[in-house]
C-alpha cells in the first residue's frame, strides 16, 4: 500500500513538472519496460533505445494521464506502441545475446542447450503477429492479468483470451518439431 501511494505522490510531483520525480519513476519501472520491448523485438540494443523514447513519450504525456489504470499499465501501453514503431522500422531483428556461461550445476553441454531452447523459443515469439505476440509477453513474461493486459491494450478482455490462445496454439506448433528432437 505505501508502495502505490508513494508511487502516486511521485506521478503528481511529475505532473507539475518535477523532472526528478519522473526519474524515480523511471528508476521504478525501467526495467519492466525494457523487458516489455526486448520480448516484443528481440533485439538488446534496439530495446534500449525503444525503453529510452517510451519514457520520453510518457514525459510528453504524462500531464494527460489519469489514475484510472496503473501507472505500470499506461507505460507498457506506450512501451508496446513505440515497439512496434521499432518493428515497422526494423522489420529484421537479430538477438544480440551471447551464450550463458557454464556454471557449476550445469556442464558446458547443458548451457548449451540451454541457451539454445532459449533461442529457439524467442525466435518462435518473434514470429507470432504483433497484436498476439504483445498480449503474450505482457502475460508470460510481464506477468500481468487478463485485465490488466486488456487495460493495457485498450482491448475487450475476450480479445486478450483469444490472442492468447491464438498465441500458444501456434507456439505449439512452431515449436513441436523440436520437441520431438528431444
Not at 43 to 53: K, R, S, V
Not at 97 to 110: D, I, M, N, Y
Not at 122 to 137: D, G
Request: glycine content about 6%.
Amino acid at each position: 500500500m505505501a508502495v502505490a501511494e508513494a508511487e502516486r505522490d511521485l506521478i503528481v510531483k511529475a505532473q507539475d513538472g518535477d523532472r526528478g520525480a519522473f526519474g524515480d519513476l523511471v528508476h521504478l519501472h525501467r526495467q519492466g519496460v525494457v523487458n516489455v520491448v526486448y520480448h516484443m523485438c528481440g533485439d538488446g540494443h534496439l530495446a534500449e533505445d525503444a525503453a529510452q523514447e517510451a519514457f520520453i513519450r510518457a514525459w510528453k504525456h504524462l500531464p494527460k494521464y489519469k489514475p484510472y489504470a496503473p501507472f505500470r499499465n499506461w507505460l507498457y501501453r506506450i512501451a508496446t506502441n513505440v515497439a512496434r514503431d521499432v518493428l515497422r522500422r526494423e522489420r529484421e531483428t537479430v538477438d544480440v545475446e551471447t551464450l550463458p556461461l557454464a556454471t557449476a550445476k550445469a556442464g558446458p553441454e547443458a548451457s548449451l542447450v540451454h541457451a539454445q531452447r532459449g533461442e529457439r523459443v524467442r525466435a518462435a515469439v518473434l514470429e507470432l503477429p504483433p497484436a498476439s505476440r504483445e498480449a503474450l509477453v505482457l502475460r508470460e513474461y510481464e506477468g500481468l492479468s487478463y485485465q490488466e493486459i486488456a487495460d493495457t491494450l485498450d482491448i475487450p478482455i475476450g480479445t486478450v483470451m483469444s490472442r492468447l490462445n491464438y498465441a500458444r496454439k501456434r507456439l505449439s506448433e512452431m515449436l513441436a518439431p523440436y520437441l520431438e528432437e528431444l
